[in-house]
């Protein structure tokens, strides 16, 4: 079995974004060689996401207006976690939306249905953030 690990770097310039990983995927499956495998794709920290869903901009909106509903960035004194920081929301956005996904390889790229891709989310943002990438297989 051969095994493969990456890190992808993410600097984005608002507090919540979301962006397709998908193309970046692909890219290590390729780089790994794998043809049969799992490729698995997790946020390396606890205020930003993986997941999968569509790559529609209206959805997007509808996300971002689900999640304020849900967890709303302000005001920040409404958190017990804002003592020293101000982003309790962004650790609840981040519980709902997920860690990680984990992908199926087959024939050397990654086993989709039509409309899935893998997107990073970002909820507390503006700095440099990372996603795991571990491709198992052979
Ligand atoms: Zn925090």
């Not at 799992?38 to 901009?57: Q, R």
């Not at 996300?63 to 982003?87: I, R, V």
């Not at 409309?115 to 440099?128: A, H, L, N, S, T």
Request: glycine share 8%.
């Amino acid at each position: 079995m051969k095994s493969y690990r990456k890190e992808l770097w993410f600097d984005t310039t608002q507090r919540r974004q979301l962006i397709n990983i998908t193309p970046d995927v692909s890219s290590c499956i390729i780089e790994s060689g794998i043809k049969e495998g799992l490729v698995l794709v997790n946020a390396m920290h606890i205020t930003a996401s993986v997941f999968i869903n569509d790559d529609e901009s209206g959805l997007h909106r509808d996300y971002e207006k689900w999640l304020e509903k849900l967890a709303p960035e302000k005001p920040h004194s409404q958190y017990d976690h804002n003592g020293f920081e101000d982003n309790a929301d962004a650790h609840m956005k981040r519980q709902i939306m997920g860690r990680e996904v984990v992908c199926a390889i087959t024939k050397g790229e990654l086993d989709f249905g039509p409309w899935e891709q893998i997107f990073y989310g970002e909820f507390d943002g503006k700095r440099r953030k990372r996603v795991l990438v571990k491709i198992i297989g052979e």
